[in-house]
């Protein structure tokens, strides 16, 4: 009898982390994606003429086997770059560059350790060619983004598929989506 319980409670101590740790990792993946999505509206009259522009852009985050998420991902504006190696016994290690202050001209390059996916969520450390070392945090999501005059009037919507994340390194926060390529 004393064995079971033994075996019943260190079954128990090895379960309740693990599930933790995995609502952990939905909370933080909810979170990042909500923090990616964004609306714009903009109205401009002048001279009796009316422009309206909307943008809303929406993720949802896409939970596939870890190794779909190995390969390449640029920014449209070719500011941020990351490519992705995954492996079957999930190691995964990564490189890439960053925008620097937010000028595309201007890179510096990385090299990400200690990397994992759980769900959804890519963490791990970037390692700078200047000895920087910065936590960070990607969600895999399907973005879509719809544009037209107003939310009633919608001319196009596409989604894509690609890894985004929040840059602070700047002092302000920069939404960044990285297409997969």
Do not use: W
Not at 60 to 73: I, K, L, Q, T, W
């Amino acid at each position: 009898m004393l064995r079971i319980s033994l075996a019943a409670a260190l079954a128990l101590f090895v379960v309740v982390p693990c599930e933790v740790y995995a609502q952990n990792a939905g909370q933080e993946t909810r979170e990042l994606v909500a923090a990616l999505d964004k609306t714009k509206y903009k109205k401009k009259e002048k001279a009796n003429v009316s422009v309206e522009t909307y943008i809303d852009i929406k993720n949802e985050a896409a939970v596939r086997d870890p190794v779909d998420y190995d390969g390449n991902y640029e920014s449209e504006d070719s500011g941020y770059s990351l490519s992705l190696h995954v492996e079957r016994d999930g190691m995964v290690t990564g490189r890439g560059f960053d925008a620097i202050n937010g000028e595309t001209n201007r890179r510096r390059t990385f090299v990400l350790k200690d990397a994992t996916i759980n769900g959804a969520l890519l963490a791990g450390t970037k390692f700078y060619e200047n000895g920087e070392q910065r936590k960070f945090e990607a969600v895999f999501v399907n973005r879509t983004v719809a544009s037209g005059k107003n939310g009633n009037e919608i001319a196009s919507r596409d989604t894509t598929f690609g890894i985004g994340f929040i840059e602070t390194g700047t002092g302000s926060e920069v939404r960044v989506f990285l297409e997969r390529r």
